[in-house]
């Protein structure tokens, strides 16, 4: 697919005042400051809008349950919600090919499920069971799975880039053509690993796509008071790295951008950076006194962009499905959520002497033996 240049009235000064530098150098600012225009929201046939309907919702529900849990003592320590970010996830999902890997930070359940992995393993392990998937030793922010290509799931904001930019790296020494999605904050993106990774990713041409959510706050910080830069689509253009801005509450325009990031890093071009305008509706863990933004604010977001309701109406009006049709789908979700609820519960909690067990990864010789 082709990608289309935009040059703005700043792109062009900036052409201008690197004149004075040498034309080499002028036509090198210019061709970094090109972005790319978002392109138009993908078409979606009735299955498509079904699949993203019914992942989202996953998303959502579980997410509902896991804060329903917390409340009642079930899950211990940090708990993110992604409720109001589901598009993000499931959009870019959809624009990924089998071996595609996926890492982000501790706002992770849906980005796990989006995967395809299990909900019964990932709320097991919020409640710390033996059946999670890291056998309930890791908790919220640390999970992971081979077979899904999920790579964590980590605490330490912006550490995921790095190790986002590595898989990448190992996809084009290996010389398989897999791709890997790195999500990260508005906050995250301030963070100097960022840039050391953005450099290296663009120097040798990494199969990186670099999605940075931008829910508008960084725990209580909104964007406009920590960034000095706050479209986040540019801040690779010091580094070649074109970007740009998409609705993240459209699941239709993220699928889009999506694909065009995929094919751009597949091809060659190397990272791409995505930046998708989304919001959260809950607090930034459970523990939130939410003093930072207006109720209205929230409620306005809710009932004018949220991302399950755009596609429900959609269902209704231009795919012919009645309110049963849909009802039936939410019956589906709530059962798999209620489910992987029940068994979060009842599964047994590691035996103590799993403590001392997965600190080292299995090949690795332990220095006793
Ligand atoms: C290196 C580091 N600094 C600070 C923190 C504390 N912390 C946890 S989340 C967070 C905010 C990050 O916000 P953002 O990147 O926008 O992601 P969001 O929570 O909005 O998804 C901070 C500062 C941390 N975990 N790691
Ligand atoms: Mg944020």
Known sequence: MAARPRK?????????AAKSVSESSAEQIVKTL?????????????????????????????????????????????????????????????????????VTGYRDHGHMLATGMEARGVMAELTGRRSGYSRGKGGSMHMFSKEKKFYGGHGIVGAQVPIGTGLAFSNKYEGTDAIAITYFGDGAANQGQVYESFNMASLWKLPVVYVVENNRYAMGTSVNRASAETDFSHRGLSFKIPGFQVDGMDVRAVKAAGDLAAEHCRSGEGPIILEMMTYRYRGHSMSDPAKYRTRDEVQKMRSESDPIEQVKKRLVSDHGMSEDDVKAIDKEVRDVVADAADFAQSDPEPDPSELWTDIYADDIPQAAE
């Open 8 to 16: 703005s009235a700043s792109n062009a000064s900036a052409g201008k």
């Open 34 to 102: 090109e972005h790319f225009d978002a392109p138009a929201p993908a078409k979606f046939s009735k299955d498509d809008e079904i699949r993203s309907y019914r992942d989202m919702l996953l998303i959502r529900r579980f997410e509902e349950k896991a804060g329903q849990l917390y409340g009642m003592g079930f899950i211990g320590g940090f708990c993110h919600l992604y409720i109001g970010q589901e598009a993000v996830v499931v959009g870019m999902q959809m624009a990924m090919k089998d071996g595609d890997q996926v």
